[in-house]
């Protein structure tokens, strides 16, 4: 049986991502650590779900900032995506916490799904979906 561990996101600063994701989403770090080359904070979502903040220090910035359309033309993962409880609720407290707003709550072409888009204070594309009955 397999199924996703977590995600790995590359940022420039791992603590204010780590921060940040706590504030929005409830994100919890479950340990650190640092190579000569990275800092790393592996954590997960209330739900279990693992997200692995990756900070390189050589790194360079990727394809932020983009819309959903836009990233698309780079090939790789263009964006991570949440399932939420209430997706208008979500939308407006991730803002609210410092998130862009991209694309807000619509239906998605899913059937029987509502999705919104925002840039995390990266510009990292971050999807909130919500079932029918989270709208």
């Not at 791992?14 to 409830?26: D, I, L, T």
């Not at 990756?54 to 990727?62: I, Q, V």
């Given at each position: 049986?397999?199924?996703?561990?977590?995600?790995?996101?590359?940022?420039?600063?791992?603590?204010?991502?780590?921060?940040?994701?706590?504030?929005?989403?409830?994100?919890?770090?479950?340990f650190r650590a640092e190579t000569p080359t990275m800092r790393v904070?592996?954590?997960a979502l209330p739900d279990g779900t693992g997200l692995e903040l990756?900070?390189?220090?050589?790194?360079?910035?990727?394809?932020?900032?983009?819309?959903?359309?836009?990233a698309l033309l780079h090939r790789g993962w263009g964006h991570i995506?949440?399932?939420?409880?209430?997706?208008?609720?979500?939308?407006?407290?991730?803002?609210?916490?410092?998130?862009?707003?991209?694309?807000?709550?619509?239906?998605?072409?899913?059937?029987?799904?509502?999705?919104?888009?925002?840039?995390?204070?990266?510009?990292?594309?971050?999807?909130?979906?919500?079932?029918?009955?989270?709208?």
């Open positions: 049986m397999n199924r996703l561990h977590h995600v790995g996101l590359s940022v420039a600063d791992v603590e204010a991502a780590a921060e940040w994701y706590g504030r929005a989403f409830g994100y919890e770090v479950s904070a592996m954590g990756l900070e390189r220090f050589d790194s360079a910035p990727g394809a932020q900032g983009l819309q959903p359309d836009a995506a949440l399932l939420v409880d209430d997706l208008d609720e979500t939308y407006a407290r991730v803002v609210d916490a410092g998130a862009s707003p991209v694309w807000p709550p619509r239906s998605s072409p899913e059937p029987g799904v509502s999705m919104a888009f925002v840039h995390d204070p990266e510009g990292n594309l971050v999807e909130l979906l919500a079932r029918d009955g989270g709208r």
